[in-house]
T-cell receptor, first 114, second 113 residues
């Protein structure tokens, strides 16, 4: 089945540690996105990528980094500079960035601080 | 003012009730509207996708857009306990220098038997 796979489902971070969240899609979509979801708030865009080897900052990129070396993969690193990393992280994809097609989501990674 | 406003609820209804979920948006240029359903500990799942004003029906779900009022609604008929979830409205609009998906905060719905 085509879809978006995020791993791990749960992740714990120690102080000063970088952690990487995985996102893989087999939908052949060009565009991929990372969102952060906090209770009582809408999804907020962290980074997005329209094409391989290209990515752009979203609304809350500070303390995060990404790479897009392959079309199907868009990992997110939560760095030690992100002082409030506890949240539910969602990866999404769409056919392409410029279209008005909706985005499809993975099942998320819940990150907590130890 | 938030670009998309949504009452967080929670909304609790008996099984079989008609549910009305609503959002307002601030920019009259927004033209594409979506409703997502999100179960606990899961990612959002696309329910409805509409363009411009009018109604769109899919089974027990009806999405309604009123561009003159900047108001979007989702109606659920014959609600079931399996409809218990958080419902997110979203619009595609140009904001902050690029075209993006803008979400409401979500409304929690509980349908009790």
């Amino acid at each position: 089945d085509g879809g978006i796979t995020q791993s791990p489902k749960y992740l714990f971070r120690k102080e000063g540690q970088n952690v990487t969240l995985s996102c893989e899609q087999n939908l052949n979509h060009d565009a991929m996105y990372w969102y952060r979801q906090d209770p009582g708030q809408g999804l907020r865009l962290i980074y997005y990528s329209q094409i391989v080897n290209d990515f752009q900052k979203g609304d809350i990129a500070e303390g995060y980094s990404v790479s897009r070396e392959k079309k199907e993969s868009f990992p997110l690193t939560v760095t030690s500079a992100q002082k409030n990393p506890t949240a539910f992280y969602l990866c999404a994809s769409s056919i392409n960035r410029d279209s008005n097609q909706p985005q499809h989501f993975g099942d998320g990674t819940r990150l907590s601080i130890l | 003012q938030k670009e998309v406003e949504q009452d967080p609820g929670p909304l609790s209804v008996p099984e079989g009730a008609i549910v009305s979920l609503n959002c307002t948006y601030s920019n009259s240029a927004f033209q594409y509207f979506m409703w997502y359903r999100q179960y606990s500990r899961k990612g959002p799942e696309l329910l409805m996708y509409t363009y411009s004003s009018g109604n769109k029906e899919d089974g027990r779900f009806t999405a309604q857009v009123d561009k003159s009022s900047k108001y979007i609604s989702l109606f659920i008929r014959d609600s079931q306990p399996s409809d218990s979830a958080t419902y997110l409205c979203a619009v595609i609009g140009f904001s902050g220098g690029y075209n993006k998906l803008i979400f409401g905060a979500g409304t929690r719905l509980a349908v009790h038997p």
